[in-house]
């Protein structure tokens, strides 16, 4: 009887460990899309692109918008010189059909922003360019994140920008080669919880 009971504790403990190892694999495979560095970047492994989270405060033209990208490149923004502004559907990205609500003290509004870029937003900051042209070339493609939609607007005026570079096709390899080792391992511990569990029944 003691031997019996000694087994079943020993099953019950080896498949509580390997339930554990399956939770911490699927938070390795989760955090795959939220690579935050800082708070100033944020990395989407969906789209494969790392934007600014800290963004200026200050509105630019078009114009003015081109040169504070190569400005960041300038300054080597966070370890890279690559930054540039989004392409319009880039942007659409990062629009999401929720409205999210800001906690900001100073602001109490909603936008249609992916979570990860919610606390850079501000009454002031809501309307984004892209380096996308439209049809009239005095005017470019942008982001209405109050309101949940891309638009235009003429060259000339005033809004936000939210640098953006592409991730390099080695980064993508490396965590194409540790997304797939996890999934490897994960259907490996499948089949070990399912051979325990089944032991496990087999003694009560």
Known sequence: MKKDLTTTNNSQLSLTKSKNLISMTNGLLMSQDDLVSNGKIWTDSKSSLMWQVEI???I???YEALDYAKELNEQNYCGYSNWRLPKVDELETILTKDRWFNNDSTWSGR???KKQLLKSMNRY???FWSSTHSKNKEFSRCGYFS???IGG???QKKLSVRCVRGINNL???I???VYNEIISKRKKLEKQISKISNEFNKTM
């Open 111 to 113: 936008t249609y922003i």
């Open 125 to 127: 900051n809501q309307e």
């Open 147 to 149: 309101m949940g939609y």
């Open 175 to 177: 965590n194409s080669e």
């Open 56 to 58: 200026e405060t200050k």
């Open 153 to 155: 607007n003429d060259k």
């Open 60 to 62: 630019f033209n078009w």
């Open 171 to 173: 980064f993508n390899n």
